[in-house]
């Protein structure tokens, strides 16, 4: 087949004349083809690479997001942790290491991490690498607070050891036993008095029961009053010595004698409402070195962590009874 021929108007002439291209001009229009057809692929690859996900990489965006929500849920559970762990760290300096007069911890000491620059240095290199590295400081810090805490328990357990004596006479249990108790109708701490109508200090805490429940000593002591104390009612005094003392009030009966030694777990009286009292509950206190402590906190020897836990909230929960 003939080749096209292509013609174009000559306005000097007013003639049609044929095109004759040269060589060079052929060889120019084919490379111009090429570049330009060239350059249309390398755009097109780019906007496929950058703007086009294949399913490889669509499956890694997808493990990253998952692997982000797992380390943001880590991270939680760290602080639901830390919560814990500050509690036993508090009942530890302030309750069972008070108990034995030893030193509490420096919050230096429990707090202390080894530092690793180089070793968090080279996570900030990776992906993700803040929550990476957040929550790795934050496993590590608990890891060393929990050698710690570790450490001073083990400590705890050799002064129980040696203290022997001490440790009988240190209240420690409920005055009430956990079956016969409704509720904790008012906790330790500043509240509207239900009579009296003013903010006053609950120097103790209300524990709810039947008339006539049996109340225990919580400590080996010697008793140092019982009788009629005003706003109490029929109350007993024990001293355990260590510089405790406990007072239960608003009794309907009192069941030892001044100078009576009595030991823990033992029927000293029976539930009440003597005194100033709205309803039948036992008003019970605990103090060291002539300070009111809360005593909720000296319930460890006879509950469970799970009941433990329960009076806590009951606690905190509080009304007022007296």
Known sequence: MAKKKKFYFNPETLNYEQIDYSFAYRLKRFFLHIMTGLFSGIIFFFA????????????????????LAQYQLLDRRLSDFQLVLSDIQQRDDHLYRAIFQA?????????????????????LAKTNAKIVVSTTQRLNEIRRQLY????????????MRVNETRLAHIPAIMPISSRYLTR????FGYRIHPIFGVRRMHTGIDLTAPTGTPVLATGDGIVSRAGWESGYGNTIRIDHGFNYVTLYGHLSQIKVQVGQRVTRGEIIGLVGSTGTS?????????????????PQNFFFLDLTPEEFDFIM??????GAME
């Not at 496929?48 to 692997?67: I, K």
């Not at 710690?148 to 002064?159: A, K, P």
């Not at 909230?313 to 509080?318: E, G, K, P, V």
């Open 48 to 67: 496929f690479v950058y703007l086009v996900d294949s399913p490889r990489e669509r499956q890694l965006m997808q493990a990253n997001r998952t692997m």
């Open 103 to 123: 030193d509490p911890i420096p919050l230096a000491v429990r707090r202390s991490v080894t530092p690793n620059a180089d070793f968090y240095a080279d996570l």
């Open 148 to 159: 710690v805490q570790s450490m001073s328990l083990n400590e705890i357990v050799e002064l």
């Open 184 to 187: 904790v109708s008012s906790g």
């Open 278 to 294: 709205v309803a039948p509950h036992l008003h019970y206190e605990v103090i060291y070195r002539g300070r009111h402590q809360n």
């Open 313 to 318: 909230q009951m606690s905190a929960n509080a």
